[in-house]
C-alpha cells in the first residue's frame, strides 16, 4: 500500500454512514435551539427577520420564483433573488398582499403572455435578472454551453487545515457551503459581511456557524480602509498583494466559459438549465418541469469546492505554486 507523501503513514480504509451523510443536503432544517426548530427561537426568529428588508416572505414577493409555462408551451424558471422587485416590475406585477394560490396564479398569467426564449433573453440581458427555460438533459448538452461545460472538469485547478486562514466574502448557499466545510476541517474563517446586503436567514445557522465575522461596507471609505485599502471588486491579482500564495476561489452558476457565462443565477436556475428538473418533474410522472425540494446543487458545489481547496493547500506544502480555482452550480 502507498504511503501518504506529506505524513509518510499508511493509507486507511474509511466507513461512512450514507443515511447520515445524506442529511448534509437537508442540514440547513436541522438546526435547534431548546429542543425545537431554530427558527421557532423568538430571540433567533427576530434576528432572521431582520435579513429579509425586501420582504421575501410576502407570498407576491417569495413567488416570483418559481417555475411557470410560457405561451410556447415551455417551461420557464423565473427567479426574484433576494429582492423580487426588478422581476416584479419586469413582469407588470403590482405588491399586492394576496395568498399564495393568488400569487402563483398572478404570476402564472404573466408568464404565459411570454414566449420562453423571449422572457428568457429579457430577463438575463435587459432587467439582469437570474431566470432560464427548463431544458432537457439532452437540450442542455447539444447546447454550446452544454457543450463547453460538459469538458469542463469538476474544478479548474490544475495542481493540487489547523492555520489555515480563509477570507470568506460568500453569501447564500454554494460558496458559504465551501468555507464552513473548510471551517469544519480547522480553517479560520472570517466571513466578510454587510449589514446593507440581505442574507438568506434560514442559512444563517448551518452554514454560518464557527466563522469569525467582520462587518464591512465595502462601498465607503472606512469598509475599504478596513481592507487594506484595496478597491471594490477584489480579484486575484489585488488580493495577492497581501499574500502571495493566497488561494483565490470564486463560484457562480453557469460556470466561467461559455456564452452564459456572464448571467446571474441561483441553484433553481442551473437545475432548470442542465436538465435536472425536467428529469424531477418526469421521475413524479408529471409532463412539467419541478424544481428539486434540495438544494442539492448548492451543497454540491460546496463539497467539491471544499475538496479542491484541500487540493490546493496540500500541493503549496510541497512547493511554491499558488491556484485560481473556479467552481460553479452548472459544474
Given amino acids: 500500500m502507498s504511503r501518504s507523501g506529506r505524513h509518510g503513514i499508511e493509507l486507511q480504509d474509511a466507513q461512512v454512514n450514507t443515511d447520515v451523510a445524506t442529511l448534509f443536503l437537508v442540514s440547513v432544517l436541522l438546526p435547534t435551539i431548546g429542543g425545537r426548530s431554530f427558527v421557532q427561537h423568538p430571540k433567533m426568529a427576530e434576528e432572521l427577520s431582520k435579513m429579509d428588508p425586501h420582504r421575501m416572505s410576502d407570498p407576491i414577493r417569495r413567488f416570483a420564483t418559481d417555475v411557470y409555462k410560457t405561451k410556447d408551451g415551455r417551461w420557464y424558471q423565473l427567479h426574484g433573488s433576494m429582492n423580487a422587485e426588478p422581476t416584479m416590475r419586469m413582469m407588470g406585477v403590482s ?21 420562453a426564449e423571449e422572457i428568457e433573453r429579457a430577463a438575463n440581458e435587459q432587467h439582469k435578472q437570474a431566470g432560464v427555460i427548463c431544458y432537457t438533459p439532452d437540450e442542455f448538452f447539444s447546447s454550446e454551453h452544454g457543450r463547453i461545460m460538459s469538458k469542463e472538469p469538476l474544478w479548474s485547478a490544475a495542481r493540487p487545515l ?6 470568506d466574502f460568500s453569501r447564500i448557499i454554494a460558496a458559504p457551503a465551501v468555507s464552513m466545510l473548510l471551517n469544519l476541517l480547522g480553517a479560520d474563517v472570517l466571513r466578510v459581511s454587510c449589514d446593507e446586503l440581505p442574507e438568506y436567514a434560514p442559512t444563517i445557522v448551518d452554514l454560518q456557524t464557527g466563522k469569525r465575522d467582520a462587518n464591512l461596507d465595502l462601498k465607503t ?35 466561467f466559459k461559455g456564452p452564459l457565462a456572464h448571467r446571474s443565477g441561483w441553484q433553481q436556475i442551473s437545475d432548470c438549465l442542465v436538465g435536472l428538473s425536467h428529469l424531477q418533474g418526469k ?20 463539497l ?4 479542491a481547496a484541500v487540493q490546493a493547500l496540500l500541493a503549496r506544502t510541497k512547493e511554491d505554486v499558488t491556484f485560481d480555482i473556479d467552481i460553479s452550480l452548472t459544474q
Avoid at 405588491?95 to 414566449?115: F, H, L, R
Avoid at 489547523?162 to 477570507?167: E, L, N, P, S, V
Avoid at 425540494?293 to 460546496?302: A, R
Avoid at 467539491?304 to 475538496?307: K, P
Fill in 95 to 115: 405588491d399586492v398582499d394576496v395568498s399564495p394560490e393568488e400569487a402563483i396564479e398572478i404570476y402564472a398569467d404573466k408568464v404565459a403572455q411570454w414566449d
Fill in 304 to 307: 467539491v469546492g471544499a475538496a
Fill in 221 to 255: 471609505d472606512e469598509g475599504r480602509s478596513a481592507f487594506a485599502g484595496l478597491r471594490l471588486g477584489f480579484d486575484c491579482a489585488a488580493l495577492r498583494k497581501l499574500g502571495p500564495s493566497l488561494i483565490y476561489m470564486r463560484e457562480n452558476c453557469y460556470g
Fill in 162 to 167: 489547523a492555520g489555515i486562514r480563509i477570507i
Fill in 283 to 302: 421521475f413524479l410522472g408529471l409532463n412539467e418541469a419541478v424544481v428539486p425540494l434540495l438544494p442539492n446543487s448548492d451543497y454540491q458545489t460546496g
